[in-house]
C-alpha cells in the first residue's frame, strides 16, 4: 500500500466511477474523439475485432478480445497514430432462427437466462418470435456495453451484415472469386445437421466446436466369397502387416448391400450404415448378425491373401468406423498391447485357447532395425506401458506413427513398394485400394460427437450440386501462406498453426438453403453463409461510413454498382463511367478510393483463439484472393478465453456475469484491467471477483494519490514545467525515482509494441508501486517537506497514469485532466511518455540497490541471531577494492567464461591491483559478485567505475535504523581506507568488504 501520509483522504469517499464513467463518455462523444478520417500528415493504424454475433448479451467473458483491440487502439493513438477502430455487427447465418425456435418450443432454460440473468424485459422476449429482433435488441445492447467499456470505436462506420447495401458488397465479392475461378459446385463432404438439413460450422454447433473430420480408408476383407468386413484406417500402407481383425461380440451387425451390382454384402455396424448413406452410398440391409458369431472365423487379406483370425474386443466402438478393427501389431501399439492382453486372458478368459498370432513387421526405420524387431513392442516396453487401458498407449501411438511415417521404409514384404518411404508408399497404396474397388472412402469428424445447436447430433454429408469455396485450390493455398510468413503473428507461437489450417483446408460449403443473409447473385436458391460473409468486410467499413447519415454525401444501397467496388476497392475501371453508373458525383468516389488507399491494409486484426482454424484464416484467403499484396493484412493478434473462478462460464454453471451489470458494480477501467492482466495472450485468463475488487483499489489509491497532489501545492504546475525542462536534483533518492521512471517508460514501451499487456500492467501496478513505496520511505525519514518532492511525485504519477491510459482510460482522462492539469481544456488523448534519456542515473540506481540490499543484509543476521543491537558499524571497501572490481567486470563482459586463472594473470599485469593476487578468496568472491549481475547490468556497473559508498549509506542512516525497527541504532560507516577503521573494527570486518557490498559489526 502507498505511504499513508501520502493520502490524507484515504478514508474520504472512494472515487464515483459511474458518473466519471458517464462525464468521460460524453466529452469522447462531444469531441468525436475516436472518429477518424483521412489525414495524410498522419499515419494510419486500422485496428479490427471479429464482430459480434448479437443473439444474446455480452458477458464478462466476450470483454477480453474487444478490451485488447481497444487498449492496443488506444496506445496506438497515443503513439500518434491516426487509429481507425470500427465495428459491425454479424446478423447472418442461422444461430438466431435456432434461437427463435427455442423460445417459440418454450425453451424454459433460455428464456430464464434471458429474463433473470440478463434482466431482458418479458415483452421484448415475447418479440424475439420474430428472430432479426433478436439480434436488433442484443445489437443495442452491445452497442452499448461497448461504449460502457470505454472502447474507442468510431460509430460512424457501423453496419449490419444484413443491410442493403452490404449484400452489394457481399455480391460483389462473390462474382468475383466466382470469376476468378475460386468458387464451383460439386460434391465434397460437409459437416451436416440431419434435422435442420444444412451444412454446419462452427458457428451453428454447440459449445461451439469446429466440425473438422478427416478422409479413413474403408479395406474389404474377404469372408468368404459371400461377405466383405470393411475396416476404416488412417495407415493404409499397413494392410501389408494385418495379422487379425477385431470385432465386438456384444454388437449386432448388419449384412448389407451397398451401391449397385451383384458385390458381395458387407457387415458393418448400424452407425456405419447411417454414415455411408449421408456420405453417398446406396444400403440395405439384407439381415442382421451377431458380433459373437463372426468370432473364430477367418477373413483374407485382400492384397497379401493371407488368412486372418477373428478375434473378439470389447474395446471395438460399433460408432468409429464401420464397427469392426483391424490389427497391425507390429506398428499399431494398442493391437500389440491388445493381442498381449488377449494372450494373457485379460480381456476374453473364456477364449484364450485361441492361438495368438506373430506381429508381421513391414515398416524398418532408424532404431527399429533388424530381422525379429517388433516396433510396437520396443516402444512399449521403452515407455512401460501397462495394459490397453494405459493412457501412454496414445503417445507410444503419436510417437511411432510420426517417426514411421517421416525417417520408415518399407520391406520387402510388401511386393512393389519395398524401399519407399511410408509418406510416399501411403499415397500410392491408397489408390491401388481405391482403384481396385478393394478401398472406399470414409469421412469421420476428428473429435466426436458433433452436435447442432438444435440438439441434433451431427453427420459428414457428401452433398452434390453444392457451392464451394474451393480452399484446396493449390495456388491460393500458396499465396495465403506466403501473407502467413510476411504477416507478424501475435504471439509467434500460434504461426504454426495458422500454416497448417491453409494446409489442411479443403472445399468449403458456402452457401445454405436457409438462414439470414445475401443471396448468391447467380443463384437465388442459396444464401451464402455466415462465414463465408465474413471475411473481408473490414474494407467495407470504409464505405460504410458514407452510407451512414452524412448529408452531403448519402449513399443508398441503389447507388452501388458491381463498378463502384471495382473502382473503389480494386482501382479499376474509369471514374467517369462509374460516376454516371452509379449517379454519385466523381468527387465523392474519388474520396471513398482515396480514402480506402489510406486506411488499408489492416494493421491488427484481433480475434479469439477459436476462430484460428475458420475465420482468421478464411480472412487470410479472401484477402489473397481479392486484393493486391499493399492491401494484405500485416498483423493478427489471437487471445485465449476467459473462465470463471477456475470453470468455464456457461448458463450450466450458473456463473454467467453480463458485462454491463459488472461494469456498474465495478466500474470499467477494473474489469478492463482485470481481464488483461492474469494471463498471456494465448492462455485463458481466469476472472476473479477478489482479484477484480483488489485491482479496483490499487486504482482508487492511484485517483487518491492525485487528489492528494492536487490539494497540496499551488505552485505544482510551474515547478514542474521546471523539472521537465532540465532542472537538476541533488537528493539521491531523487535522481533515483527520475531514473526509475524512464527504465519503467522503456519497459513498459518494449513490451506494449510486443502486446505483452500482462507484462505491462504488471511494471506499471506492481513494479511502479514499489518504486513509489520506496521514494516514500526515503523522503519520509529524511523529514523532506519541500515542494520538490511533490513535484517529483506529480511527474511519477503523470507517467504512471499515461503508461495506464490505454487500459484504464477513465481513470487517467480524470486524473490526468481534472485533478493534475487544472485547465479549461479537455485532453481526450494523452501523449504516450518517451524516455528522457539525460534522467537515467545508474549510479542513482546503484546507490538505492546498496542500502536495500544492505537493510536486507542486516534484517537477515537480526533473524538469525536475534540479536537487539544499539549500533551498526558499516565497512565500505578501499579503493583498490573497485579497482579490481572494475578489471574483472571487464574480463567478464569481454569474456563470460573468465576463469580464475584468466583474471589472476590480468590482475599481474597491472601493478597498482597486483597486490590483490594474494587474497584469491576476495578475488573469487568478487567474480561472483560480477557474474551473479544480470549480463545487461554489468556495463552500467562499469560505466559507474566509482561509488561513493559511505556518502550513500551516511544519507540513508535514518532510513536503515528506522526499517530495523529502532531509531535510536547508532549506524557509522567507515571507508577500508581510513586511517581509525581499525580502533572501530573489533572484529577485523573491514577486510571482508567488497564493492557493492559492505563489510558489517553489529553490537
Ligand atoms: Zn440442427
Keep these: ?172 465479392q462473390f462474382n468475383l472469386l466466382k470469376r476468378k475461378g475460386l468458387i464451383i459446385q460439386g460434391s465434397h463432404p460437409v459437416g451436416w445437421c440431419p434435422r435442420d438439413q444444412n451444412p454446419v460450422s462452427q458457428h451453428d454447433t454447440l459449445g461451439d466446436i469446429e466440425p473438422n473430420f478427416i478422409e479413413y480408408t474403408l479395406i474389404k476383407f474377404k469372408l468368404a466369397d459371400t461377405y466383405v468386413l470393411p475396416v476404416a484406417t488412417l495407415r493404409p500402407e499397413t494392410v501389408y502387416g494385418v495379422t487379425n481383425l477385431w470385432v465386438n461380440p456384444h454388437v449386432r451387425y448388419v449384412a448389407a448391400r451397398v451401391d449397385e451390382g451383384n458385390n458381395p454384402m458387407w457387415i458393418i455396424s448400424r452407425d456405419a450404415v447411417m454414415k455411408l448413406k449421408h456420405q453417398g452410398h446406396k444400403v440395405d440391409i439384407d439381415h442382421e448378425i ?27 466402438d460399433p460408432k468409429d468406423g464401420s464397427g469392426l478393427v483391424m490389427s497391425v501389431p507390429a506398428h499399431a501399439p494398442y493391437d500389440f498391447q491388445a493381442l498381449l492382453d488377449f494372450t494373457n486372458g485379460n480381456i476374453s478368459k473364456e477364449l484364450h485357447d485361441y492361438n495368438v498370432v506373430k506381429p508381421i513387421t513391414i515398416i524398418e526405420s532408424e532404431g527399429y532395425e533388424g530381422d525379429n524387431i517388433v516396433p510396437s513392442r520396443i516402444i512399449i516396453e521403452r515407455l512401460g506401458v501397462k495394459d490397453q487401458h494405459d493412457p501412454l498407449l496414445e503417445k507410444a501411438t503419436a510417437e511411432l506413427y510420426s517417426h514411421e511415417f517421416y525417417k520408415g521404409r518399407l520391406k520387402e514384404n510388401t511386393g512393389k513398394y519395398a524401399g519407399m518411404t511410408v509418406a510416399e508408399a501411403k499415397d500410392l497404396i491408397r489408390s491401388e485400394l481405391l482403384q481396385n474397388g478393394i478401398g472406399e472412402i470414409l469421412y469421420e469428424f476428428v473429435k466426436k460427437p458433433v452436435k447442432c445447436r438444435c440438439g441434433e447430433e451431427c453427420v459428414v454429408k457428401v452433398l452434390s450440386d453444392q457451392w464451394f469455396l474451393n480452399y484446396s485450390d493449390v495456388q491460393w493455398k500458396d499465396l495465403a501462406h506466403e501473407c502467413i510468413t510476411k504477416m507478424d503473428i501475435v504471439p509467434d507461437e500460434i504461426r504454426s498453426e495458422f500454416n497448417y489450417v491453409v494446409d489442411w483446408l479443403k472445399e468449403r460449403a458456402c452457401a445454405r438453403k436457409s438462414g439470414l ?121 489471437v487471445n485465449g478465453s476467459v473462465l470463471m ?42 476472472f476473479s471477483f477478489e482479484a477484480l475488487r483488489g485491482i479496483r483499489s490499487r486504482l482508487d489509491d492511484i485517483y487518491q494519490m492525485g487528489i492528494h497532489l492536487s490539494n497540496s501545492n499551488n505552485n505544482i504546475q510551474a515547478s514542474l514545467e521546471q523539472l521537465y525542462h532540465g532542472q537538476s536534483v541533488t537528493e539521491s533518492e531523487d535522481k533515483w ?39 516514500n520511505k526515503r523522503v519520509k525519514s529524511k523529514d523532506r517537506t519541500e515542494l520538490l518532492v511533490n513535484t517529483i511525485l506529480s511527474m511519477f504519477l503523470e507517467t504512471r497514469i499515461k503508461l495506464l491510459a490505454p487500459f484504464a482510460p477513465f481513470l487517467a482522462s480524470e486524473v490526468w485532466n481534472s485533478i493534475l492539469k487544472e485547465t479549461t481544456e479537455i485532453r481526450a488523448n494523452l501523449d504516450w511518455p518517451s524516455v528522457s534519456e539525460e534522467n537515467i542515473n545508474s ?22 541471531t536475534r540479536m537487539k543491537p544499539s549500533r551498526v558499524n558499516i565497512y565500505t ?94 549506524i557509522s560507516v567507515f571507508s577500508e581506507d581510513e586511517e581509525n577503521v581499525k580502533k572501530n573494527d573489533p572484529q577485523s570486518r573491514a577486510r571482508l568488504s567488497r564493492p557493492f557490498k559492505p563489510a558489517l559489526y553489529l553490537s
Design 1 to 172: 500500500m502507498p505511504d499513508p501520509h501520502l493520502h490524507p483522504q484515504k478514508h474520504a469517499a472512494r472515487p464515483d466511477w459511474n458518473l466519471i464513467e458517464r462525464k468521460w463518455r460524453q466529452v469522447w462523444d462531444e469531441q468525436k474523439t475516436f472518429e477518424s478520417n483521412l489525414d495524410s500528415a498522419k499515419q494510419k493504424y486500422l485496428v479490427t475485432v471479429a464482430y459480434p454475433y448479437p443473439n444474446s448479451p455480452q458477458h464478462i467473458g466476450h470483454g477480453r478480445t474487444y478490451t485488447l483491440a481497444d487498449v492496443h487502439a488506444r496506445y496506438k493513438r497515443m503513439r500518434g497514430y491516426n487509429v481507425l477502430f470500427p465495428m459491425g455487427f454479424h446478423y447472418t447465418g442461422t444461430p438466431i432462427l435456432a434461437m427463435s425456435r427455442r423460445l417459440l418450443s418454450g425453451d424454459k432454460d433460455l428464456y430464464n437466462a434471458f429474463r433473470n440473468v440478463y434482466g431482458v424485459p418479458s415483452e421484448v422476449i415475447e418479440s424475439f418470435n420474430e428472430p432479426v429482433n433478436i439480434a436488433r435488441f442484443f445489437h443495442q445492447e452491445i452497442k452499448q456495453g461497448m461504449k460502457e467499456m470505454g472502447f474507442s470505436i468510431d460509430w460512424r462506420r457501423e453496419f449490419t451484415t444484413i443491410d442493403e447495401a452490404f449484400s452489394k458488397f457481399i455480391s460483389w
Design 290 to 316: 451377431d458380433g459373437m458369431k463372426l468370432v473364430g472365423e477367418y477373413a483374407s487379406n485382400p492384397i497379401t491373401q493371407n488368412k486372418l483370425p477373428i478375434y473378439p474386443a470389447s474395446f471395438v
Design 517 to 637: 443473409g445475401t443471396r448468391l447473385p447467380w443463384d437465388q436458391d442459396w444464401i451464402i453463409e455466415s462465414l463465408s460473409d465474413s471475411a473481408i468486410y473490414t474494407a467495407y467499413y470504409i464505405i460504410s461510413r458514407y452510407i451512414h447519415f452524412n448529408d452531403d454525401n448519402y449513399i443508398t444501397a441503389q447507388n452501388l454498382s458491381e463498378s463502384f467496388f471495382n473502382y473503389v476497392l480494386l482501382g479499376e475501371g474509369s471514374l467517369k463511367e462509374v460516376s454516371e453508373e452509379t449517379k454519385l458525383s466523381e468527387e465523392l468516389i474519388l474520396n471513398i478510393r482515396t480514402e480506402f488507399m489510406y486506411f488499408y491494409p489492416v494493421d491488427t486484426r484481433h480475434s479469439g483463439r477459436d476462430l484460428v482454424p475458420n475465420h482468421l484464416t478464411f480472412f487470410v484467403f479472401n484477402h489473397v484472393a481479392i486484393f493486391d499484396r499493399a492491401y494484405w493484412p500485416r498483423q493478427i493478434v
Design 645 to 686: 473462478d477456475g470453470k468455464k462460464m456457461s448458463k450450466s454453471f450458473g456463473n454467467i456475469i453480463p458485462l454491463r451489470q459488472a461494469v456498474r458494480d465495478h466500474s470499467a477501467d477494473s474489469i478492463r484491467v482485470a481481464l488483461l492482466s492474469s494471463a498471456e495472450l494465448l492462455q485463458d485468463t481466469d
Design 737 to 775: 525515482l527520475l531514473s526509475m521512471i524512464q527504465r519503467r517508460i522503456g519497459d513498459a514501451t518494449e513490451l506494449m509494441d510486443r502486446l505483452r499487456v500482462r507484462e505491462v500492467l504488471h511494471t506499471i501496478l506492481y513494479s511502479m508501486e514499489q518504486d513509489l513505496q520506496w521514494y
Design 843 to 864: 549510479a542513482a540506481e546503484e546507490s538505492e540497490d546498496l542500502i536495500k540490499n544492505l537493510i536486507q543484509d542486516i534484517q537477515n543476521i537480526l533473524k538469525v
Design 877 to 970: 571497501s578501499a579503493k583498490w577494492k573497485w579497482k579490481v572490481y572494475q578489471r574483472i567486470l571487464e574480463l567478464i563482459i569481454v569474456n563470460r567464461n573468465s576463469s580464475l586463472s584468466d583474471v589472476m594473470k590480468a590482475l599481474g599485469d597491472d601493478s597498482e591491483i597486483s597486490r590483490a593476487r594474494s587474497d584469491v578468496k576476495l578475488i573469487k568472491k568478487i567474480m561472483e559478485d560480477v557474474l551473479s549481475i544480470p549480463a545487461e547490468r554489468r556495463s552500467l556497473k562499469l560505466n559507474i567505475k566509482f561509488l561513493n559508498e559511505p556518502l550513500t549509506i551516511e544519507d540513508a542512516a535514518p532510513l536503515i535504523s528506522s526499517e530495523l525497527g529502532n531509531v535510536n541504532i547508532e
